[in-house]
Nanobody
Framework: QVQLVESGGGLVQAGGSLRLSCLAS????????MGWFRQAPGKEREFVAT????????LYADSVKGRFTISRDNAKNTVHLQMNSLKPEDTAVYYC?????????????????WGQGTQVTVSS
């Protein structure tokens, strides 16, 4: 049974940083694209970042480009999201996702596996 478990969320002041982690179990995703999405109250789930299996290719939403960095450690079956210069509008539940394919995509329905999410709250 595949499980994705996020950690690292919390409350931070605007301008601060958080590092999210996602631990995958049940299968290895070292050749698969993985990503992060987020959902704020009353809004649809939106793409944040994605990374390919080797970690050599990444894609970011315009709203986080230059502030967030996605990375992965395949030896530990883990993907991270380093979030710097956080803004109140980054407040959301952040979800880790993985797909069976190797290609990067921003489309949430293309990801077959999802974590339960971790809350990130940025105060002004």
């Amino acid at each position: 049974q595949v499980q994705l478990v996020e950690s690292g969320g919390g409350l931070v002041q605007a301008g601060g940083s958080l590092r999210l982690s996602c631990l995958a179990s049940g299968r290895t995703f070292s050749r698969n694209a993985m990503g992060w999405f987020r959902q704020a109250p009353g809004k649809e789930r939106e793409f944040v970042a994605t990374i390919n299996g080797s970690g050599g290719a990444t894609l970011y939403a315009d709203s986080v480009k230059g502030r967030f960095t996605i990375s992965r450690d395949n030896a530990k079956n883990t993907v991270h999201l380093q979030m710097n210069s956080l803004k109140p509008e980054d407040t959301a539940v952040y979800y880790c996702a993985a797909r069976r394919q190797i290609w990067l995509t921003q489309v949430a329905t293309s990801y077959e596996y999802w974590g339960q999410g971790t809350q990130v709250t940025v105060s002004s």
